[in-house]
Structures are given as structure tokens and as C-alpha cells.
């Protein structure tokens, strides 16, 4: 659940500090999806921060899954 954290806004900050593009969006079910393309070993750090997020947020869990970039982005947006 993200609530009044700024999830979504932290997650694009990292993410345009690690040169990714991609997405994210907040769940109806209160969780926040995030889609991103670069480097491997940026994912990796944003992953990172995913596990823990911005100031007073609470990640209890995470799901993550690899793929083939798609090219879809060009920047990083929160939708």
C-alpha cells in the first residue's frame, strides 16, 4: 500500500539519476508498478532502492521480473 509517501515521484527521481526510462503507476490494489529500461547494473541499483523506497515509506514486499527492452520509453514518467 503507498500512501502520502511520494513513491511514485522518489522512484523517478532515482530512476532519471541512473539514466533509466520507464514508468510508474500506482495499483488499484495500492501497490506501485514500476517498468524500467537501461543499463543492468542500474536496474539493479534502482531495484535497491525499490526494497526500501523514499523516507517513511514501508515496502513490505517485491516482485520483480526481467525482460528484453522494448524501447518504449524515452524518459522516465509517473502516470
Same mark, same amino acid.
Given at each position: 500500500?503507498?500512501?502520502?509517501? +511520494?513513491?511514485?515521484?522518489?522512484?523517478?527521481?532515482?530512476?532519471?539519476? +541512473?539514466?533509466?526510462?520507464?514508468?510508474?503507476? $500506482?495499483?488499484? $490494489?495500492?501497490?506501485?508498478?514500476?517498468?524500467?529500461?537501461?543499463?543492468?547494473? $542500474? +536496474?539493479?541499483?534502482? +531495484?535497491?532502492?525499490?526494497?526500501?523506497?523514499?523516507?517513511?515509506?514501508?515496502?513490505?514486499?517485491?516482485?520483480?521480473?526481467?525482460?528484453?527492452?522494448?524501447?518504449?520509453?524515452?524518459?522516465?514518467?509517473?502516470?
Amino acid at each position: 500500500m503507498v500512501q502520502g509517501v +511520494l513513491f511514485r515521484h522518489s522512484a523517478k527521481a532515482q530512476a532519471e539519476m +541512473l539514466g533509466l526510462s520507464g514508468c510508474a503507476k $500506482n495499483m488499484d $490494489n495500492g501497490s506501485v508498478e514500476i517498468v524500467a529500461e537501461g543499463k543492468r547494473d $542500474n +536496474l539493479e541499483k534502482l +531495484l535497491q532502492w525499490a526494497r526500501e523506497g523514499p523516507r517513511h515509506a514501508k515496502v513490505e514486499s517485491i516482485d520483480y521480473t526481467w525482460g528484453e527492452p522494448t524501447g518504449t520509453f524515452s524518459e522516465f514518467r509517473i502516470l
